[in-house]
């Protein structure tokens, strides 16, 4: 199978490791945050706002663009890069997660989910032969292999069925995704919280063979804990020289311990979420910038931040626009925890590659657990 991406490792300490993905749109360094452009966009963002934060690679997805615009007027438009005015890569998910979420909505069989469309009710087949489809109409860089995603919790048999539907799908995958040059197409490992279930879902993604594989089937209700047991063990069962995406992860301490586990990709609504609803992600943990101990506060949110949110403009007048509920609130307090999040990301490459990940680590733990400082 000829590689639609090329990946190198670089440094390693223990199980964490940096590497760069090169692409025919440019370099993805890894450890690597991918901000969720779910319809095409990142929430209160502009995509040079969003590339100045330092982000490589967007993720787009599947479910909703088939569903509006569709894939197919993406296409007649130039693809979603041009459509979006994305220069750099962009991953898609396969829709298989959103058409979960669906619950009552969806009819699961072996060849795929039929669903009614959570904005007007009108019905859709989606298989893996036409997740590929709207993949490709899309123009994707990064392709995802269509999967079912069980919530947790479940008990094991109900888990056990699923991962295996998903194998079956992942070979019709990579049979309708076919050869791409310059296009790549990545493997979702199931299996819940189960070590045999995992190591028997990575068996058969590796003999199936992708470009890269992704860890799917956590975040998903298990918490960090049960997270994280599955991740001192299922990056493991994966081939070293390619990339290993953990998809939906998450909070910042998520982040840190995925790579430490040795996580390479990951992707989460969290920050753009978050700076909607008024919250801020910074060294010290979560700050609420709704809270009333704000309102006069003349200091930036984060010292020695360079996002326009903290160079520009105090806490009080951050509380003031989130409590207005006036747009540029959420607008300035995205682009900080997009930045946030992309330093973070730097910070962990710099301490890997320096063989300093648990200074790092400690350091990291350590401010968050002295919390936001009151004003004096």
Same mark, same amino acid.
């Given at each position: 199978?000829?590689?639609?991406?090329?990946?190198?490792?670089?440094?390693?300490?223990?199980?964490?490791?940096?590497?760069?993905?090169?692409?025919?749109?440019?370099?993805?360094?890894?450890?690597?945050?991918?901000?969720?452009?779910?319809?095409?966009?990142?929430?209160?963002?502009?995509?040079?706002?969003?590339?100045?934060?330092?982000?490589?690679?967007?993720?787009?997805?599947?479910? @909703?663009?088939?569903?509006?615009?569709?894939?197919?007027?993406?296409?007649?438009?130039?693809?979603? @890069?041009?459509?979006?005015?994305?220069?750099?890569?962009?991953?898609?998910?396969?829709?298989?997660?959103?058409?979960?979420?669906?619950?009552?909505?969806?009819?699961?069989?072996?060849?795929?989910?039929?669903?009614?469309?959570?904005?007007?009710?009108?019905?859709?087949?989606?298989?893996?032969?036409?997740?590929?489809?709207?993949?490709?109409?899309?123009?994707?860089?990064?392709?995802? /292999?269509?999967?079912?995603?069980?919530?947790?919790?479940?008990?094991?048999?109900?888990?056990?069925?699923?991962?295996?539907?998903?194998?079956?799908?992942?070979?019709?995958?990579?049979?309708?995704?076919?050869?791409?040059?310059? @296009?790549?197409?990545?493997?979702?490992?199931?299996?819940?919280?189960?070590?045999?279930?995992?190591?028997?879902?990575?068996?058969?993604?590796?003999?199936?063979?992708?470009?890269?594989?992704?860890?799917?089937?956590?975040?998903?209700?298990?918490?960090?804990?049960?997270?994280?047991?599955?991740?001192?063990?299922?990056?493991?069962?994966?081939?070293?020289?390619?990339?290993?995406?953990?998809?939906?992860?998450?909070?910042?301490?998520?982040?840190?311990?995925?790579?430490?586990?040795?996580?390479?990709?990951?992707?989460?609504?969290?920050?753009?979420?978050?700076?909607?609803?008024?919250?801020?992600?910074?060294?010290?943990?979560?700050?609420?910038?709704?809270? =009333?101990?704000?309102?006069?506060?003349?200091?930036?949110?984060?010292?020695? /931040?360079? /996002?326009?949110? /903290?160079?520009?403009?105090?806490?009080?007048?951050?509380?003031?626009?989130?409590?207005?509920?006036?747009?540029?609130?959420?607008?300035?307090?995205?682009?900080?925890?997009?930045?946030?999040?992309?330093?973070?990301?730097?910070?962990?490459?710099?301490?890997?590659?320096?063989?300093?990940?648990?200074?790092?680590?400690?350091?990291? @733990? =350590?401010?968050?657990?002295?919390?936001?400082?009151?004003?004096?």
């Amino acid at each position: 199978m000829a590689t639609g991406i090329n990946f190198t490792v670089g440094a390693t300490d223990g199980a964490a490791r940096t590497g760069v993905i090169s692409t025919p749109r440019g370099e993805i360094r890894t450890p690597a945050f991918m901000p969720v452009g779910t319809a095409g966009t990142v929430k209160a963002m502009l995509p040079e706002s969003v590339a100045a934060t330092g982000a490589d690679i967007l993720l787009g997805n599947t479910y @909703h663009l088939m569903l509006r615009p569709t894939a197919e007027r993406v296409a007649a438009l130039g693809g979603l @890069h041009r459509f979006m005015n994305w220069e750099k890569p962009i991953l898609t998910d396969s829709g298989g997660f959103q058409v979960m979420s669906l619950g009552p909505l969806r009819k699961l069989t072996e060849e795929g989910v039929r669903f009614s469309s959570h904005l007007d009710g009108s019905k859709h087949m989606l298989t893996p032969e036409r997740s590929m489809e709207i993949q490709r109409l899309l123009g994707s860089d990064i392709v995802m /292999c269509f999967d079912e995603c069980p919530a947790l919790p479940a008990d094991e048999a109900t888990v056990a069925k699923s991962m295996r539907l998903s194998m079956r799908w992942a070979q019709r995958s990579r049979d309708a995704f076919g050869d791409r040059p310059g @296009h790549a197409l990545f493997g979702i490992m199931q299996g819940g919280v189960t070590r045999e279930l995992r190591e028997e879902s990575a068996e058969a993604l590796q003999r199936i063979g992708f470009d890269g594989y992704a860890i799917g089937g956590l975040a998903v209700g298990e918490g960090q804990e049960a997270m994280f047991s599955v991740l001192d063990y299922a990056p493991g069962f994966l081939p070293a020289d390619r990339p290993r995406y953990l998809m939906g992860v998450g909070k910042p301490d998520d982040i840190v311990g995925a790579v430490e586990r040795g996580i390479d990709m990951m992707d989460c609504v969290l920050p753009s979420r978050s700076g909607r609803t008024g919250q801020a992600w910074t060294a010290r943990g979560q700050v609420n910038l709704r809270n =009333a101990r704000h309102k006069d506060d003349p200091r930036p949110l984060e010292e020695g /931040c360079q /996002c326009p949110a /903290c160079r520009s403009y105090s806490r009080a007048y951050l509380h003031h626009v989130v409590k207005a509920d006036e747009i540029i609130g959420s607008m300035l307090l995205t682009w900080h925890n997009l930045h946030y999040y992309q330093l973070l990301m730097q910070g962990l490459r710099e301490a890997i590659e320096a063989g300093g990940l648990a200074g790092f680590v400690a350091g990291f @733990h =350590a401010r968050r657990a002295e919390g936001d400082v009151e004003p004096v």
